[in-house]
């Protein structure tokens, strides 16, 4: 009996050990979120034995896991239709809320889900639970993009898939399908899907050959840049749940399917240092010490490498490509892009991303709404229903959906 309340007090502590990391006391529901954060470790702990033994890639093995405990099939409510189909192609599902009598043509958000390129999808439950009320309190239609993921495809297949979709939602036939104003339009995504959706609304605004346009583009936590990993807010949450900055980094690296060695140099800066020519240029576009406000610098101070590894940006160009990282995208192309939202968190590596992006868009003239979530943490938005409900996830969503309803 004895040797039995030992063990069982040395299992109590390891995982009280292996839960337990410090967080600031602003951040929203501590425990919960260090509970959420253990959890998804211990999937990727797995998902990289997985990968170890030779059975599947860590990306492939994380991905089933995630989807295998939060898949859900496209069911309809009395409120919200849901349907899953294909758009040109590429597989989306679609969420059509309640008619207004007064209104006979809807509003409608085309929304990209986050996951680093690599993982989750439209049809698990968070991502279903927001789009189904996003179609009920806006009386819209959601168009949700499934887009192909790394291991399978790499940049920039991510986001042909949702220009593909989305161009072909835009069809004049395919808007009157679904009931949907052409004039009444916005694209959305969170994460990684903030980064697509960026990305795509870039492009569109270039795209002479579109008649309908994007009426308005709304971002959430996106992820904007893969040149400087030393910003304030990489610097301060570097050890942060969810999305601590080597994790980020790896992202990256296998969205362009690179060398992991790259990774430890990447993250002090070496693959845009002083003797990176290609870098030089676009610096200055994302300069936050004349970006970011005061209160955001603080005391961080710049990293920048004299000297580093030009191999990188050799060998993985696509890190200096605005359709990977939109925030060093010419002020041309800024100046034509739809009036912006975009959500920010005090604790996610990717604040200042974001900061920045309104910074530039309303030097260029765009018509931004900054919304800043003190203790907000990177993800935070889909997780508000139990045993993963956040009060800010609460608040992020409503503030969120609340700005779609009087803008768009």
């Known amino acids: 009996m004895r040797s039995s309340c030992v063990l069982l007090a040395a299992l109590v502590a390891l995982a009280a050990y292996y839960i337990y990391i410090p967080l600031p006391s602003s951040v929203s529901d501590p425990w919960k979120l260090m509970l959420l954060d253990a959890t998804f470790r211990g999937a990727q702990q797995v998902s990289n034995l997985i990968h170890y033994l030779g059975l599947s ?21 009395a409120q919200v239709k849901v349907t899953d189909t294909d758009f040109d192609g590429v597989e989306v599902r679609v969420f059509e809320g309640p008619p207004k009598p007064e209104e006979p043509l809807k509003r409608s958000v085309v929304y990209v889900h986050g996951g680093g390129w690599a993982l989750a999808s439209a049809k698990i439950r968070y991502y279903d639970e927001l789009c189904t009320a996003m179609a009920e309190e806006l009386n819209a239609v959601i168009v949700s993009i499934e887009y192909r993921l790394v291991p399978k495809v790499y940049f920039p297949e991510q986001i042909n898939d949702v220009v593909r979709a989305t161009k072909y ?24 899907g903030g980064n697509l959706a960026a990305a795509v609304g870039q492009q569109f605004t270039q795209d002479a050959s579109l008649k309908n346009k994007l009426k308005l583009q709304a971002l959430i936590y996106p992820v904007l840049q893969a ?49 990176v020519e290609e870098a030089a240029a676009l610096r200055a576009r994302l300069n936050w010490t004349s970006l970011l406000p005061a209160s955001i610098v603080k005391n961080y101070k710049p990293v920048v490498q004299t000297t580093g590894n030009a191999r990188i940006v050799r060998e993985l160009p696509q890190l200096l490509d605005a359709r990977s990282a939109p925030l060093i995208a010419d002020q041309v192309v800024l100046q034509d892009l739809p009036k912006t939202y975009i959500l920010t968190c005090e604790h996610d590596v990717l604040r200042d991303d974001g900061i920045m992006y309104a910074k530039r ?20 938005m889909i997780f508000t229903s139990w045993p993963t409900n956040f009060s800010v996830g609460i608040r992020t969503r409503n503030s969120y959906i609340n700005w779609l309803d009087q803008n768009l």
């Open 57 to 77: 890639h860590h990306l492939l093995a994380l991905n089933f896991i995630i989807v295998s405990f939060g898949k859900k099939s496209a069911w309809s409510s």
């Open 169 to 192: 939602f835009l069809e004049p036939k395919v808007l009157e399908k679904y009931m949907v104003d052409p004039g009444r339009i916005c694209i959305s995504g969170d994460s990684a």
């Open 227 to 275: 040149l400087d990993f030393n910003t304030p807010s990489y610097q301060q949450n570097m050890n942060t749940p969810i999305l601590p900055r080597y994790v980020m980094v790896k992202y990256w690296v296998d969205y362009f399917k690179g060398n992991y060695d790259f990774v430890e140099a990447m993250i002090v800066n070496n693959h845009t240092s002083l003797d």
């Open 361 to 380: 868009l309303e030097s260029a003239g765009v018509e931004v709404t900054l919304d800043y979530f003190e203790d907000g943490f990177h993800g935070c």
